[in-house]
């Protein structure tokens, strides 16, 4: 009988992630790591994971970092590490350890990739790991009268060589070393080699696995998933550790500069790469991009072009109809997307705080631009301004649009399920269904 259960729970968690194996085929994802996941022994754990994510067809592109064993190879040699706000000058001999730790590091990385062994999760990979001189750099200078020498800045990513490797089925290995036109090495952060390579192959997503535990608010709440300018607010409020604020910046950096989705994910939760991009609520942080200027809570002088969206879906009776009057009164309720000054999608948000549930109504994109995903960042603004709140729950009445609703993770449910208040304004001769989605 137990078999039998761990076999239904087992067809269970496969039908979950085929969804994701769906959407991930054939993107971009750059998945960069620090030195310490190294020293910690982590590496043959990632490379089976990275391995399983490469045969899922998903386009990988690795990023070491080597802080530590730059470290190590400093101490080996007798010189003395330096660091001007948090970066390291780079000399010439520090320069000569860097390249030593690199090299190193990018041998262990293809040893780990070249497992094969049966009964292990290497076995049949065959993954071939690709390196070379793919980042052209340029030294960053003179920093607050602080000359930091060999330590360089990215300046370009070599996108159209790493493209072909990529669609091949190779998986690229970039190294925190860039080469300038004329020859010399450079030594580079590896968040911002990650980053420039994430931009530059327009990535799907750009994973930071860390060595910081799960990014914590001020209440030393978790914090699950921030839009760019959430956390541009988190960190202008300079309360993170230095680390992790290094790696949010970064993200947002990416995230504002076109990339989907960035990650950090703390490696010390063992398949914690997995765990993030193939469950629903991850265990890790999730940046998201989102345009102030574009999506964005509603004013009154929006209430215009509100009526102008829903006014064809209130006569065809998609949409309860409300007038200007009600929207007025209620405009502090709803959110806006615009492009151009004109308002393309909009949707409200009903709180009801005693039984931590919220109302998402009125949810409506221009049919000129419904392809372009406006639906979608509607709703995830909506998500989290209800999670801002403290609700729990998000549900939405629909008598023409369920099947959009359940495949963004909402189900269906009763009219009993409904706060108390709203079963009693409940509309039986619409008979809309019930749809409810855990926030």
Not at 337 to 361: R, T, W
Request: net charge negative; charged share 20%.
């Amino acid at each position: 009988m137990r078999n039998m259960e761990n076999a239904n729970e087992f067809v269970q968690w496969l039908r979950s992630v085929a969804p994701y194996i769906h959407a991930f085929r054939g993107k971009t994802f750059v998945v960069a790591f620090p030195g310490e996941l190294v020293k910690a022994g982590g590496l043959p754990v990632l490379a089976h994971d990275l391995s399983l994510l490469n045969a899922l067809g998903i386009r990988i592109v690795v990023v070491h970092g080597s802080r530590p064993q730059v470290e190590e190879q400093l101490a080996l040699r007798n010189v003395e590490a330096r660091y001007h706000n948090g970066l390291r000058i780079t000399d010439t001999a520090a320069l000569e350890c860097a390249k030593e730790a690199a090299g190193e590091l990018r041998l262990d990385i293809e040893a780990a990739f070249s497992q094969g062994l049966p009964n292990t999760p290497m076995a049949h990979a065959s993954v071939r790991v690709i390196s070379g001189n793919f980042v052209t750099a340029r030294p960053i200078g003179v920093i607050d009268g602080a000359d930091l020498q060999l330590t360089g800045l990215v300046r370009r990513i070599a996108a159209d060589a790493i493209h072909p490797i990529l669609q091949a089925g190779g998986l690229v290995l970039l190294s925190p070393l860039g080469f300038s036109p004329t020859g010399e090495a450079f030594n580079l952060a590896m968040e911002d080699v990650a980053v420039a390579a994430a931009i530059a192959l327009r990535a799907e997503k750009l994973v930071f696995i860390t060595e910081t535990p799960l990014l914590q608010d001020m209440g030393g709440v978790d914090i699950r998933e921030l839009s760019s300018h959430q956390a541009e607010a988190v960190l202008a409020a300079d309360f993170l550790p230095a680390d992790s604020a290094f790696y949010l910046e970064r993200a947002t950096r990416a995230c504002n500069a076109g990339v989907s989705r960035a990650h950090i994910v703390p490696f010390a939760i063992d398949g914690s790469v997995l765990l993030e991009l193939f469950t629903h609520d991850g265990i890790g942080t999730m940046i998201t991009y989102e345009n102030l200027e574009s999506l964005r809570e509603a004013t009154i002088e929006d209430v215009g072009g509100i009526l102008k969206l829903i006014e064809p879906l209130e006569a065809d009776g998609t949409l309860v109809k409300r007038g200007r009057g009600l929207i007025e009164r209620e405009i502090h309720n709803f959110s806006v997307i615009e492009h151009d000054n004109v308002i393309f999608g909009c949707a409200a948000l009903y709180p009801f705080q005693e039984e931590k549930m919220a109302e998402m109504a009125c949810l409506t994109v221009n049919p000129e631009v419904q392809a372009q995903g406006d639906g979608e960042r509607i709703l995830k603004h909506i998500e989290n301004r209800a999670r801002a709140a403290g609700l729990t729950k998000l549900f939405v009445l629909t008598t023409r649009t369920s099947h959009w609703f359940l495949r963004r993770g909402f189900v269906h449910a009763t009219v009993d399920d409904l706060p108390k208040n709203r079963q009693q304004m409940y509309n039986w001769q619409r008979k809309s269904l019930v749809l409810i989605k855990n926030l």
